[in-house]
């Protein structure tokens, strides 16, 4: 990992949509439907004032599949109630 904190895999994906984003531009602002991107998940994260802290090591940051269950709901729930303090 380099100096700026991101993985190998991150700085691929951001050039990947500065990429996406000119040929966006150049087409009159029209996205190609076949370059859209399709994500299994989306990504619920939280900054360090949410105070989630839970010993030494904790997650910033969940995958939330589209089809969460109550029990997920309710964990997120939970999870904002105490990041919001």
């Given at each position: 990992?380099?100096?700026?904190?991101?993985?190998?895999?991150?700085?691929?994906?951001?050039?990947?949509?500065?990429?996406?984003?000119?040929?966006?531009?150049?087409?009159?602002?029209?996205?190609?439907?076949?370059k859209e991107v399709k994500?299994?998940?989306?990504?619920?994260?939280?900054?360090?004032?949410?105070?989630?802290?839970d010993g030494a090591m904790?997650?910033?940051?969940?995958?939330?599949?589209?089809?969460?269950t109550a029990d997920d709901?309710?964990?997120?729930?939970?999870?904002?109630?105490?990041?919001?303090?």
């Amino acid at each position: 990992m380099g100096g700026t904190g991101f993985t190998a895999e991150e700085r691929a994906a951001m050039k990947e949509r500065a990429r996406e984003t000119r040929g966006t531009r150049r087409a009159g602002g029209k996205a190609d439907p076949e370059k859209e991107v399709k994500a299994r998940y989306s990504t619920l994260g939280f900054n360090d004032p949410a105070r989630l802290d839970d010993g030494a090591m904790w997650p910033t940051a969940f995958a939330v599949t589209p089809d969460p269950t109550a029990d997920d709901e309710a964990l997120i729930s939970a999870l904002v109630r105490r990041a919001a303090g």
